[in-house]
């Protein structure tokens, strides 16, 4: 008898813990509002890293990196 309601008052707090709430949609992934980036640059140079076809021609290149800049 003490098993069985140890296990039923478990089984609620699980419940309780897993059970979605009202306000549990994905989590919003917006960028800060930045006025100085050009949005449509970044848009497309993420896009030119996605589809590039190896590691080697999107390599970085910038401040701190010892290389110097792709011809």
Same mark, same amino acid.
């Given at each position: ?34 006025? =100085? !980036?050009? /949005? +449509?640059?970044? %848009?497309?140079?993420? #896009? =030119? !890293?996605? /589809? +590039?076809?190896? %590691?080697?021609?999107? #390599? =970085? ?11």
């Amino acid at each position: 008898m003490g098993l069985d309601a140890g296990v039923v008052v478990l089984l609620i707090i699980l419940g309780w813990f897993f059970w979605p709430s009202k306000d549990a949609g994905p989590a919003r992934r917006e960028r800060p509002e930045r006025p =100085d !980036v050009n /949005e +449509a640059e970044l %848009e497309a140079a993420e #896009r =030119d !890293v996605q /589809e +590039a076809a190896d %590691e080697e021609s999107v #390599r =970085d290149w910038g401040p701190g990196t010892g290389h110097k800049p792709l011809p």
